[in-house]
């Protein structure tokens, strides 16, 4: 089993940053990757980010790209998502997965999730 515990949501507003965490622990997958998926009020469940443990082939939703920055520590446990330039459409619950294997962009694809983090930006 895999547990992973996500931090570093809050109440921000538009055009702040917030740094997300997710720390993983238990057994890994000896080949992983890390993704982040956000989830509104109404809606379902959409990719936000995902990273290789390696730290290789970061990549971003259009929605995300070129505000947002996904990368993991040095100890390879814990997976960091910077968000900058945030907008109230970005005001989701912020969860963490793992998958063994390569990236994927499709929740369907990843094993384990954190309970989430709000993260909730005001206008």
């Known amino acids: 089993q895999v547990q992973l515990v996500e931090s570093g949501g809050g109440l921000v507003q538009a055009g702040d940053s917030l740094r997300l965490s997710c720390a993983a622990s238990g057994r890994t997958f000896s080949s992983h990757a890390m993704g982040w998926f956000r989830q509104a009020a109404g809606l379902e469940r959409e990719f936000v980010a995902a990273i290789l443990w390696s730290g290789g082939n970061p990549y971003y939703a259009d929605s995300v790209k070129g505000r947002f920055t996904i990368s993991r520590d040095n100890a390879k446990n814990t997976v960091y998502l910077l968000m900058n330039s945030l907008k109230p459409e970005d005001t989701a619950k912020y969860s963490c997965?793992?998958?063994?294997?390569?990236?994927?962009?499709?929740?369907?694809?990843?094993?384990?999730w954190g309970q989430g983090t709000q993260v909730t930006v005001s206008s």
């Open positions: 997965a793992i998958r063994q294997g390569d990236i994927s962009t499709s929740r369907h694809y990843y094993d384990y």
